[in-house]
């Protein structure tokens, strides 16, 4: 089988000010060939921070990591995007990069973005909502065992959220996904079990209901406290 696994690791950073900022502390996380995971958490709480370490974006202050099967990059908004090159130059250049056929790509691509004749115009001249769905497409057009999502689908406007929806339900029946977000909705409509991240911990895998109302509850501690 198919795995990611982290085991006993913590993660902390170096702030500009030389102090020690810990985000995880002794944790464990799983995710296993055929699931589709959310990663639920508040602001702040580390969620963008996984995504990188599981795909190998950061490296982990301690602990041991072992991937049986491929990995996406973090796939967020404009994640593998090139500016200065054009939409065609950047899909010609990831190709070429993950040894796949640009031709191909490019086809994928461009039937599903939208973008015309901007296709061969720089990326620093899009829209926001042109490169998340250059961004989207192309990073979904790769074959991985494993796709790392942070908050993507959660942009552009709506016909584009709709066919971005669409594409991620077809990708993650033939796929493993885990899908970060503090949006409950999001998770519930996409994932089936989800981890929760919360006071540099992260619970257990939950069946989604249960999850989630175990995030509620950690919401309504945090607005008591507040």
């Known amino acids: 089988m198919k795995y990611i696994e982290i085991k006993d690791f913590s993660k ?7 102090e020690r900022k810990l985000v995880f502390e002794g944790c464990n996380f799983r995710l296993e060939e055929g699931e589709s995971v959310g990663l639920l958490g508040l602001n702040g709480t580390g969620k963008t921070t996984l995504c990188n370490m599981i795909t190998g974006a950061e490296s982990i202050t301690k602990g041991k990591i072992t991937k049986n099967g491929t ?3 973090p796939i967020g908004i404009y994640s593998s995007i090139v500016p200065t090159l054009t939409g065609k130059q950047n899909i010609y250049f990831l190709s070429d990069l993950l040894g796949a056929d640009k031709e191909e790509v ?7 973005c939208d973008l015309g004749e901007d296709i061969n115009s720089r990326v620093v001249t899009y829209s926001s909502g042109m490169r998340a769905k250059l961004a989207f497409f192309l990073s979904l057009s790769f074959k991985f065992d494993f796709f790392i999502f942070d908050e993507l689908i959660s942009v552009g406007d709506s ?7 669409e594409y991620f339900k077809n990708l993650k029946d033939n796929s493993s996904i885990m899908l970060c977000s503090h949006n ?11 981890f929760i991240i919360n006071d540099k911990k992260i619970s257990d895998k939950y069946d989604i209901e249960d999850g989630i109302k ?5 919401i309504e501690r945090k607005q008591r406290e507040n």
């Open 184 to 194: 409950i909705n999001t998770i519930k409509d996409n994932c089936s079990k989800c």
């Open 12 to 18: 902390e950073f170096n702030t500009m000010l030389g």
């Open 71 to 73: 990995t996406s990059w």
């Open 214 to 218: 175990f995030y509620d509850e950690i």
């Open 159 to 165: 016909v584009f959220r709709k066919k971005a929806t």
């Open 106 to 112: 490019y086809e994928i691509v461009v039937e599903n």
